[in-house]
């Protein structure tokens, strides 16, 4: 497997630009580390701006421009929660996580077993595929808001060649700022064009970071099922001794359930880590594809708030179905691996371990939404509902 083939290289090149890579730049000068810690802080300070600017303009369209106000709210939501995603990447946990993760990647390519990289290359396209789907709509979005705003530009720039009026200058995302916007208009434009790039770099990181490792897990529950479907392969190894056979194949059965236990306590790390980004994917989701739905039904935007929407059932559904799979894997899959094993052909001890794996797979791994239960593909669908509802709800009230 080359290295052009590994899970987490895309996600630490994503990381790297957005600012958000938690560990250190091996080979690279300590310059160019001071460099990249002052554009972190720099870069995220002005973002950390941005939900003031969304509020403002908020409370000056609230009860005058229904829509607008709509768009403002659905917009701070958004970036609030990408605030909140943005902490928890810096944590010390997520920091030994990506250790663990890119330490354990390198042992399955260094791995002499031709299926074992076979299982690890299809999860690794498979995961590359999802994530592209994801950030392809969501960088769509950014793009497409950035040029409808150079094209109210352009229609400005000619209608005002026709029109003695004074007309205010269009800009690209509606923000309030605490100073004339018309007469320092270039500094608003710049500041909004920082804030779509920051927001595409940021979120699309975050994205590949939590899909790849949620992708990477389910790729070692694949390998393992395969290495307990053949933990007996004594035969090819010609034992002579049918008692040293029998010990041979105890003991890789016990490495294998070793593996098992490892894997349990990478998934209760992974929710340690997680379950607080989960959590508000899951409460704030629904008022995004509320908000986004009602401006599509209304013909507000519909190039950007079609891509965004489109972006928000994608990332939403992408980390249900990564967990859904997970849970699968852990147990329906992991119980046919071993039922499908040579485990009758052996001895008692082996019999009784089987049988106890089989016991702890009854229990599924599983992503938790926080303190809100099991994230999961019903759990998605649950938000799409809630998302519908909420349109009913302001539909009504208009």
Known sequence: MTESSTLFKMVKFMLIISGLWPLELKNVSKFWQVIYKGYYIFAHAIYLTSPFAFGGALICDFGVKVSQALEDFSRMTFVILIIFKLNIIRSENMKEMINLVIYEEKNIIKS????????????????????????????AAGLINMFNGFIELYKWEINTHFVNETINKPHIIPFWFPFNKEKYYLLAIIYQIWH???????????????????????????????????????????????????????????????????LIKWLNDLNSSFQNILLLEYSITSLQL???????????????????????????????????????????????????????????????????????????????????????????????????TCISILGNSK
Not at 229 to 257: M, R
Not at 354 to 373: E, N, Q, Y
């Open 112 to 139: 002499k077993d031709l299926m074992v990289k076979n299982i690890y290359q299809f999860h690794v396209s498979y995961c590359k595929k999802m994530v592209f789907c994801i950030v392809v709509f969501l960088y």
């Open 196 to 262: 779509i790039y920051q927001t595409l770099a940021i979120n699309g990181a975050i994205q590949a970071l939590i899909n790849s490792v949620m992708v990477f897990l389910r790729a070692n529950l694949k390998i393992l099922q395969y290495h307990i479907k053949n933990f007996d392969d004594t035969d090819s190894l010609h034992f002579k001794d049918k008692y040293v056979a029998e010990l041979y194949a105890a003991w890789k059965l016990k490495q294998l359930i070793k593996r098992h236990q490892k």
């Open 290 to 388: 509320a908000t986004t739905l009602v401006q599509i039904i209304e013909l507000v935007h519909i190039p950007f708030n079609g891509a965004f929407f489109t972006h928000c059932i994608l990332q939403l559904l992408g980390i249900a179905w990564n967990a859904n799979e997970i849970l699968l894997e852990s147990s329906v899959g992991l119980l046919k691996a071993m039922y499908e094993s040579n485990w009758y052909c052996r001895g008692k001890d082996i019999s009784f371990m089987v049988s106890f794996m089989m016991m702890r797979c009854t229990k599924p791994l599983v992503m938790r939404i926080g303190p809100l239960g099991i994230m999961d593909l019903n759990a998605a669908v649950s938000r799409i509902k809630l998302a519908y």
